[in-house]
């Protein structure tokens, strides 16, 4: 399984980015999706996640109303749209493809995501 995230950059505070993640090896319509981003020297931690059909989308407090998960199955990818970027926002983002349907909150742990891709640097500037 590969996961391959891409779209970060410098944007000014106030600003918009679109992240994507196209995913190989695993039916991509049988999982749920989600974002995760993480400072130097903290945790990582959850942004966003999506389940397996797309009805349902989870998101962690700061970033509600500001960011909004996607995905389209023909092309195997999810997507982070972020707007009203903050400098807070500054982070490397990772996908990452859940265990199962993830149709539940809890299922977007970071123990509980099965595969990872590489990070994609954020940085917002004030």
């Known amino acids: 399984v590969q996961l391959q995230a891409s779209g970060g950059g410098l944007v000014q505070a106030g600003g918009s980015l679109r992240l994507s993640c196209e995913a190989s090896g695993r039916p991509f319509g049988a999982y749920g999706m989600g974002w995760f981003r993480q400072v130097l020297g903290k945790e990582r931690e959850f942004v966003a996640g999506i389940s397996w059909s797309g009805g349902t989308t989870f998101y962690t407090d700061s970033v509600k109303d500001r960011f909004t998960i996607s995905r389209d199955g023909a092309k195997k990818t999810v997507y982070l749209q972020m707007n009203s970027l903050e400098p807070e926002d500054t982070a490397v983002y990772y996908c990452?493809?859940?265990?199962?349907?993830?149709?539940?909150?809890?299922?977007?742990?970071?123990?509980?995501?099965?595969?990872w891709g590489k990070g994609t640097q954020v940085t917002v500037s004030s």
């Open positions: 990452a493809s859940a265990r199962g349907l993830g149709l539940y909150y809890s299922d977007y742990s970071v123990d509980g995501m099965h595969y």
